[in-house]
């Protein structure tokens, strides 16, 4: 079965930071471009970073320069490093691959998770 | 960056009935849209790829069209599991922004 099980979130004061995970399984996560996609609770989707295959980055200009994504292929893994933590930030956190050939269309997603930032 | 819009913002439908959805791209995107598929407390999921092609496993009542800056996506003979949020996203160029979403709900 092919799954995406993202970890890593929790309440976090302001100013902090946090490392979420992605872990996948049932496929060759070396071969998929992979991305990071968050909502805040009840709004809408924002895509925030993607990394490719030979791990070239990409990001929103919300998050550029406070967000760090990377990939651990030998892991089967992806992480965001997420520093400068404000408010806004505050949203469930998807991991979701793209299928090589479909447009980049996000094909498969974790279930999430969420990250509150509050004093 | 690339503004996605959609409308409607909601459409109250019966089963049955048929919906369609209008997604506009700031510029030119080609065929680089996808639509997802949200019910409450869920992950999406990818409906339409490449604008028109059905993602494995969707049922065909579900349907895409479009091409540029304007977009569709048509369901067909409305069910009750239909009833949710469906975002578009370009994935023409980073940032692979999405629409602000439809919700379609109970008549």
């Known amino acids: 079965e092919v799954l995406l099980v993202e970890s890593g979130g929790g309440l976090v004061q302001p100013g902090g930071s946090l490392r979420l995970s992605c872990a996948a399984s049932?496929?060759?996560?070396?071969?998929?471009?992979m991305h990071w996609v968050r909502q805040v609770p009840g709004k809408g989707l924002e895509w925030v970073s993607g990394?490719?295959?030979?791990?070239?980055?990409y990001y929103a200009a919300s998050v550029k320069g406070r967000f760090t994504v990377s990939r651990e292929d030998a892991k089967d893994s992806m992480y965001l490093q997420i520093n400068s933590l404000t408010v806004g930030d505050t949203a469930i956190y998807y991991c979701?691959?793209?299928?090589?050939?479909?447009?980049?269309?996000?094909?498969?997603w974790g279930q999430g998770t969420l990250v509150t930032v509050s004093s | 960056d690339i503004q996605m819009t959609q409308s409607p913002s909601s459409v109250s439908a019966s089963v049955g009935d048929r919906v369609t959805i209008t997604c506009r791209a700031s510029q030119g995107v080609s065929s680089w849209l996808a639509w997802y598929q949200q019910k409450p407390g869920k992950a999406p999921r990818l409906l339409i790829y490449?604008?028109?092609s059905l993602q494995r496993g969707v049922p065909s009542r579900f349907s895409g069209r479009g091409s540029g800056t304007d977009f569709t996506l048509t369901i067909n003979s409305l069910q009750p599991e239909d009833f949710a949020t469906y975002y578009c996203?370009?994935?023409?160029?980073?940032?692979?922004?999405f629409g602000p979403g439809t919700k379609v709900d109970i008549k």
């Open positions: 490449a604008a028109s």
């Open positions: 049932g496929f060759t996560f070396r071969s998929y471009d």
């Open positions: 996203q370009q994935t023409k160029s980073f940032p692979f922004t």
């Open positions: 990394i490719g295959v030979g791990g070239d980055t």
């Open positions: 979701a691959r793209n299928e090589p050939g479909n447009y980049e269309a996000l094909d498969v």
